[in-house]
């Protein structure tokens, strides 16, 4: 009985600690990562509504209004055409009506020439003096007949690169910089920055910035160290030292991760041994009650049966005589009472055993179903953890 409670409590233990650790709150993605992610997605999505809702779509109508409802949907893109084989425009609709503009030819278009000859995706962007950036991306619609593959068409996009990033309000602080000029900003304020390009297909010369680490940030508000003239030695431990803090900086998401998890299996653990300590001592008591129990009723037993022993009436004596009279010989006490005290012990104490193998078999019935109630959930805990573990590697 000890160890199946202690199997429970583990069980319990081991799915509080995986609820927790699932509870847990996830690291922010880089801001650079977080926009690449998201260029990225509305890529898919496009080829998506081509593929699964325009293309099979029976007239030219229904084509039009799954554009015209895909870009309701993602308010970054803000026209989209639809060409044939020939360069001429099937669809050319955007968010203002599903209806299409007048078919024209594009075929002499670059962007047409580089799908149809190289069979692969073009990326390009065009921007205003005010800082308005477009960027253009378009593919190739072919179909394969034995060992060639044919054009048969092509879809293209204009997405406003401001309206795309302004969906984005999951990302850590950043800022986009064009021509000189910021043109878009995400919880920015007056910080220390680094700079680099942005990882956006298509862009060109446009950069983002993001706040450097904290050890490494310069704030004007803080007190500056002074100046000695020893500044060789000194200059070079502080490097050291910003050097140390900036490593320290990057791994902190994993490590702070770690020891969370860490943290989380070290309290499950001691709240198990804590249990496994008190269903043992709970069972050495009951072992030790048991036994008190059992010395005791022996002991009621046996007083009862002195009892019933010297309560019986002794033989009287015969009178003196002038001759003494040999004593009759003296009977044991009670032999008959003390047979039926016995018999009636035994079949209690029959009665009582069978009860209890009843009530044994009943709760061994009861505990093995627990068992495999409990085997079926640890099966699925270890299935999850397992799932947990691929997932935290993967990240």
């Known amino acids: 009985m000890t160890k199946i409670l202690i199997k429970i409590m583990m069980t319990a233990a081991l799915s509080a600690t995986i609820n927790t650790a699932s509870a847990a709150p996830a690291a922010p993605i880089p801001a650079k990562q977080r926009i690449e992610r998201e260029f990225r997605l509305l890529e898919t999505a496009l080829a998506r509504c081509m593929y699964e809702d325009v293309i099979p779509s029976p007239d030219i109508e229904l084509m039009n209004r799954a554009l015209y409802e895909f870009m309701r949907d993602n308010p970054g893109v803000t026209r989209i055409l639809r060409v044939n084989a020939g360069g001429f425009t099937v669809n050319d609709v955007t968010p203002e009506s599903p209806r299409s503009a007048p078919p024209r030819s594009v075929s002499g278009q670059r962007w047409f020439q580089h799908i149809s000859q190289g069979k692969a995706p073009y990326y390009s962007m065009e921007a205003t003096p005010d800082g308005q950036i477009t960027l253009f991306y378009a593919w190739p619609l072919t179909a394969s007949s034995g060992a060639e593959t044919a054009v048969t068409g092509g879809f293209a996009a204009y997405i406003d690169l401001v309206s795309q990033l302004a969906l984005i309000d999951d990302a850590p602080p950043f800022r986009i910089r064009y021509a000189g000029r910021a043109i878009f900003q ?107 129990l059992r010395a005791w009723n022996d002991t009621r037993s046996m007083r009862a049966l002195s009892h019933t022993t010297t309560s019986m009436p002794a033989v009287p004596a015969a009178p003196d005589t002038q001759q003494q009279q040999p004593l009759p010989p003296m009977l044991p006490p009670q032999p008959v009472v003390t047979k039926v005290i016995s018999s009636e012990r035994a079949e209690k104490a029959e009665k009582l055993y069978k009860e209890q193998q009843k009530t044994i078999a009943k709760m061994a019935e009861l505990i ?26 993967k990240k």
Not at 268 to 289: E, K, N, P
Not at 375 to 391: F, G, N, Y
């Open 368 to 393: 093995r179903k627990k068992i495999d109630v409990m085997e079926s959930k640890i099966d699925a805990l270890s299935k999850r953890v397992e799932s947990l573990e691929r997932e935290i590697e």
């Open 186 to 292: 995400h919880d920015w304020d007056d910080l220390d920055y680094d700079e680099e390009a942005l990882p956006v297909k298509g862009a060109r010369d446009v950069m983002i910035q993001t706040p450097k680490p904290i050890p490494t940030r310069l704030d004007p508000r803080a007190p500056q160290a002074p100046k000695t003239k020893s500044g060789g030695a000194q200059s070079q431990a502080s490097e050291t030292r910003d050097d140390e803090e900036e490593d320290v900086y990057r791994t902190a998401p994993g490590k702070k991760k770690a020891d969370a998890v860490g943290g989380y299996m070290n309290k499950a653990l001691f709240v198990l041994l804590l249990l496994i300590v008190i269903m043992l001592a709970y069972s050495t008591m009951g072992d030790r009650i048991s036994r008190m």
